[in-house]
């Protein structure tokens, strides 16, 4: 079984202002390509993990976010950086509209896109890290037996409410390279 590195999307690849779904409204953060480089070069499956409620709240549709997505990869594959999987739930249990309104498994903090990633590529979750912005993408990762649990918190209070045994770092995604370093 391989490792990978469980990436959150907005908050981590991107900055976070709500609702992203367009390539104009999207900003790559600082530090994202190298650690993914960094990464890819240590043996890491890279797999996107990201709850999107904007589309179970009516605000962008599936298409949007997969055409949106796959900008995103082709602007990582031009830094060299190839994914392995891009796992997403458009569900909320309170604010869905139709049929998007219903509790998923897959949606963080449940743990299902992380187990559904690790069943379709092969991974290890104990070998695995997760980056993440929220304490729930936190809560998944452990929920799923994630390894390493890296918090790049959106504020104060998420870095409060992580779990027991999650690391708070400070700064861009690549300060997150040292612990994907310790972890090969």
């Known amino acids: 079984m391989s490792r ?6 907005d908050g981590v690849i991107n900055e976070d202002t709500g609702y992203v779904h367009r390539p104009e409204a999207f900003v790559f953060r600082d530090g994202i390509f190298d650690l993914c480089r960094a990464a ?6 890279l797999v996107v993990v990201t709850n999107q409620a904007g589309i179970g709240r009516g605000y962008y549709t599936e298409a949007d ?32 509209i139709g049929p998007y ?4 498994p897959r949606r963080k903090p449940g743990p299902g896109m992380i ?18 912005d929220r304490a729930t993408d936190m809560q998944a990762a452990l929920a799923a037996g994630v ?15 992580a779990p ?6 400070q700064g861009d995604p690549a300060s997150a390279l040292p612990w994907l370093v310790a972890a090969t």
């Open 4 to 9: 990978a590195l469980f990436l959150d999307r």
């Open 40 to 45: 890819q070069q240590r043996g890491f499956a």
């Open 65 to 96: 976010f997969h055409a949106l997505t796959a900008w995103m990869l082709e602007r990582f594959a031009a830094e060299g950086v190839r994914f392995t999987g891009v796992e997403f739930c458009p569900d909320h249990p309170v604010h869905g």
């Open 101 to 104: 309104k219903r509790e998923n």
């Open 115 to 132: 187990l559904d990633a690790c069943r379709a590529h092969g991974l290890d979750p104990a070998g695995s890290v997760m980056l993440g």
């Open 147 to 161: 390894g390493v649990r890296l918090l790049l918190p959106a504020d104060a209070a998420e870095a409060e409410a």
């Open 164 to 169: 027991p045994g999650t690391v708070v770092l």
